[in-house]
């Protein structure tokens, strides 16, 4: 469960002071100890002071994932050829699209000429540059290959922007299935039955039980319709609320492994990222503590990070990568026999790359099926509606002309 943090510490450059999300004080030490940051005092925000915060932050534009993909791939071109770090960040200043990245570089400008190191300047825009982000680059920084780092922290943000763009691909066909049918129903319930209603009430015939029940539902929508939109908003509100705090971020989270068929496609997803953030930490000198520190916030998913930060502590208390691993008994057995095989030959981080790509495959098959297995449900599903619609409209109509054309005969 990630928690906020305000801080103070010390600096090459001085004091500095700033506020981080992290799963614990310990782990927030970890994150300020990579950034080059002695920290001071490391205490829990107080809900008050964050709901206190001006309205302008929540509608502050955000930059997007593909503005910082871009961004590290030419910072790193950039690097590779020798032009110095300020020239750099001045021209890619001058040719981003977006007005805040441009906002954001310019600040990061500003800190570096007035001495504070790449990794701090950056940790000031937090919503811009994740932990696992300021990590590496703080690596770079140590070890005069900043360059390699951007391009590595390139690809890592390539593969996760492919990723949500399968999901969202799979996602598409099902909801406009699903918005479609509803728009169907409002449009029966405010528009269709009523007309019919009218029709049926001036024959006084002996309704179908399918009909009646179409007919109360129509009359509860047009009449407490307003009743509808507030309970769906004000359950949607509790829902955000619910899952805003740490608990309910962990439950929501732990329910979503859970589900039938996506909980497998989750499950593959958080490891490809587990695997992919852990190996790349690896490959750049992020020692394996803190590497489990940083890759634990970076999973999108509490109930997982929950664990890696267990696995953590159980590395510290002296136990192998391998045991610390199968405790948390959210990994694969072919990721233990990787991390196993890894610790054995000193290459975790190629065989992790390795258990990443796996995934990835089998993530993207998963997603390209998804839409094929839920098809089946989705047209079952509006069978059943058309065929309720047809046995409430069409046979008291069927009825009532059999019934006028025995009376004309």
Known sequence: MTQRFAWTGHTPQGSASGVLDAVHAGAAADTLVSRG?????????DTADLAAQPWSAWFEPRVAPMD???????LSTLLRAGVPILRALAGLQDTATSEKM???L????????SGIALS??????PRVFDNFYLALVRVGEMTGRLDEVFLRLFHHQEHELFMRQQIRSALRYPAFVVGSMVAALVVINVMVIPAFATVFQNAGATLPLATRVLLATSRFTLEQGWLLVLT??????????????????????????????????VRKAMLARFARSFALSLRSGVPLSQALTVVAQTVDNQHIARRIDAMRESVERGESLLRAAAVTGIFTPIVLQMLAVGEETGAVDELLEEVSELYRN??????KSLGARLEPLLIVFLGVLVLLLALGVFLPVWELSRTAFAKSA
């Open 68 to 74: 910082r993909l871009v961004f590290s791939r030419q």
């Open 102 to 104: 441009r906002t954001t």
């Open 232 to 265: 769906g908003l004000g359950g949607a509100a509790l829902l955000h609320a619910w899952h805003a705090t740490p608990q309910g971020r962990l439950r929501w989270d732990g329910w979503m492994l859970r589900l039938p068929v996506a909980g497998a496609i």
């Open 362 to 367: 089998e993530v993207g098959y998963e997603l």
């Open 106 to 113: 310019a600040e990061v400008r500003r800190s570096l000429e």
């Open 37 to 45: 940051i002695t920290p001071l005092t490391i205490a829990p925000c």
């Open 120 to 125: 701090m300047s950056l940790a000031q825009h």
